[in-house]
């Protein structure tokens, strides 16, 4: 297998296609790792919260095209990573779905389909990069599989504690009374 070295890593040269591919992988995973960062850490409310979720869902999309496409091209050392692409990609749209469909309890499937992602997103860059990266080439494999999970895990259950303490704590105005004299009479929703 020929390789190339690359910033320091050292990369497949398995064609321009695949080198192509690989290139557009990389940038659209270091949108997702910095839009997904914004995401998590705004207030929840419109603005910075769903349009930083809006770029991490689309870079999702292209980390999970060029992940098929170089898995196509190299299927035996990269099918490992096209799963996690599809994990990925799955919990991301999952997360989408349900704050679109906005059912009971929809936020915390949002939180978990949307973190989940985030942490499958890592798991797959420290899976395939951490044994080249400074420090952490010292751990050993079954680290790069766990420690996102480890850390991502309490933090969404830490994020959802939270969110929902501050639901319980907020009082509701009640809705204004519907003038009987007017056309119309709906009943505001809650």
Request: aromatic share 14%; glycine share 12%.
């Amino acid at each position: 297998m020929l390789t190339t070295d690359v910033f320091g890593l050292t990369v497949p040269d398995a064609g321009p296609v695949f080198l192509a591919a690989l290139a557009v992988h990389v940038l659209a995973g270091m949108t997702c790792v910095v839009a997904g960062f914004v995401a998590a850490t705004a207030r929840k409310r419109p603005g910075r919260h769903p349009l930083a979720g809006r770029v991490y869902l689309w870079g999702l999309g292209a980390v999970f095209a060029t992940a098929s496409v170089m898995a196509a091209i190299r299927w035996q050392q990269d099918r490992h990573l096209f799963a996690i692409a599809v994990v990925a990609f799955g919990l991301g749209l999952f997360g989408w779905w349900m704050r679109r469909r906005r059912s009971q309890g929809w936020y915390r499937w949002h939180a978990i389909g949307m973190g989940g992602s985030y942490i499958a997103l890592l798991t797959g860059f420290y899976v395939d990069n951490g044994p080249q990266l400074p420090a952490w080439r010292l751990l050993p494999h079954w680290m790069f599989w766990v420690l996102p999970s480890a850390i991502g895990v309490p933090l969404i259950w830490w994020a959802l504690r939270r969110y929902r303490r501050g639901l319980s704590g907020r009082t509701r105005t009640p809705a204004p009374a519907a003038d009987p004299g007017s056309r119309s009479e709906r009943a505001v929703p809650r």
